[in-house]
């Protein structure tokens, strides 16, 4: 049985170099096009690999779990799926690997079967991957909480007490979360200007996007069981792009005593394709050391970082593309074992479908920088972008895409793309 990761692999499908969808990646996600209702799909290369039309030509009946395969491919998340546990995952996984394997006829040489499985992402309608119950966004690049902290702060205490000795987060709202290709209308709300008398309400003037990445839960708890570090990978189905779009001026008024509210809930924004853990294997990388060291339920022996390169772009209607930001997910401060871990500490219940969002990923220089917040500094430094316009914050009509990839020894494991418009903000 050949390892799903392995470089040497290729497929019989035509794979352009360069694709964020090799056959060693395989991300999992939900389509539908106008002759087929919501079902999972995984990416190959330009095309979609329907997982229900699979199922229905018998390729997943020797696997253990392959009487409950067609029931979980026709829906509209992948949380039954992700439900059925690791060993599912990597069964299917691994069977849609050898289906595609240039030197396997069973489906390549079925030509019914063939265009019944394979449909053109051109084709498709993406929906949102999974339906989150629950949502917490972290705040973990120590260079975004620094910059933060010096622009609001005092400069030589930027980092609060607590910051390097607990992954700081809050509970989000999981139902404003859409998936890529949604529209993002402006909010309105309350905000106030230092030298302002009162508050005032209307449109956010200080629009910004959030350059995350998110996971995936795929294994729940009971309410009061707690996650030890070394499992907690265990409960990470896999990973996603995320913007989690901020109004700067609605966020600077409300968030003391209690901390986020209007100014995030009122959209983020998640990449359809899921890639999971097992594709990223070969893409481990130590993260930075942590001073102090941390507490031993948050002490990590192994790497649970990933080198994955963030692109940040802006298109002003009817102009071009400018990318304003090259990050890296390697950066992290805190793991994603170690949120998920202190999520679960206090006895918290996971829920299957959960996302977790990492917070905005910042770098050391002017170009890595996660945020309209940081990029323009606060509004005094305006970003040039191509067509000659500049930018202190989001204007209407913009259009935020991020890109996320993975790439060693020639082989490239893509996210594919979280992109949303700015529409104006609702009359009244």
């Not at 539908?32 to 229900?52: C, H, K, Q």
């Not at 990492?358 to 972008?385: F, K, N, Q, V």
Request: hydrophobic share 40%; glycine share 10%; net charge negative.
């Amino acid at each position: 049985m050949a390892n799903p990761n392995d470089p040497a692999l290729h497929s019989w499908i035509d794979i352009a170099p360069g694709s964020d969808f090799p056959i060693q990646n395989l991300p999992f996600g939900v389509f539908e096009t106008a002759e087929r209702g919501p079902r999972l799909g995984v990416a190959i290369g330009e095309y979609v690999l329907d997982l229900y039309a699979v199922a229905q030509f018998g390729f997943f009946d020797d696997l253990e779990l392959g009487a409950k395969m067609p029931k979980v491919f026709r829906r509209r998340s992948l949380n039954q799926f992700i439900a059925l546990g690791r060993p599912a995952w990597r069964a299917v996984r691994q069977r849609v690997s050898e289906l595609l394997r240039h030197d396997n006829p069973a489906l390549r040489n079925q030509e019914e079967a063939m265009r019944e499985c394979l449909v053109r992402q051109s084709e498709v309608r993406m929906l949102r991957p999974v339906k989150p119950q629950n949502y917490t966004d972290f705040y973990s690049s120590i260079e975004h909480a620094t910059n933060v902290g010096i622009m609001f702060r005092d400069p030589a205490n930027a980092l609060l007490p607590n910051w390097r000795h607990i992954p700081i987060g809050y509970h989000g709202r999981a139902s404003s979360i859409v998936v890529s290709g949604t529209d993002i209308r402006r909010p309105n709300g309350q905000r106030k200007a230092p030298d302002a008398a009162a508050p005032s309400f209307g449109p956010s003037q200080q629009l910004d996007f959030e350059l995350e990445v998110g996971f995936i839960v795929g294994k729940g708890t009971h309410l009061g069981e707690t996650v030890p570090i070394q499992y907690a990978e265990e409960h990470i189905f896999g990973l996603v792009l995320f913007n989690d779009w901020s109004a700067r001026d609605i966020q600077s008024w409300e968030y003391v005593p209690l901390g986020p509210f209007l100014g995030k809930s009122f959209g983020s924004s998640v990449s359809p394709w899921v890639v999971t853990l097992d594709a990223l294997e070969p893409f481990r990388v130590a993260g930075p050391v942590q001073e102090p060291e941390p507490l031993l339920y948050l002490r990590q022996l192994d790497n649970h970082n990933f080198d994955v390169h963030l692109e940040v772009a802006i298109q002003p209607e009817g102009g071009p593309e400018t990318t304003v930001s090259r990050s890296n997910f390697g950066l992290m401060y805190w793991s994603m074992a170690q949120q998920l871990t202190h999520q679960a500490s206090n006895g918290c219940n996971l829920q299957v479908g959960d996302l977790y969002a990492s917070g905005t990923i910042s770098g050391a220089t002017p170009d890595s920088l996660g945020s309209m917040l940081e990029l323009a500094w606060r509004g005094t430094r305006p970003l040039p972008l191509a067509d000659g316009s500049e930018r202190k914050f989001l204007l209407d009509g913009d259009r935020v895409t991020m890109r996320g990839y993975c790439e060693k020894d020639g082989l490239r494991i893509g996210f594919g793309e979280v992109t949303g418009k700015v529409l104006p903000a609702p009359a009244g």
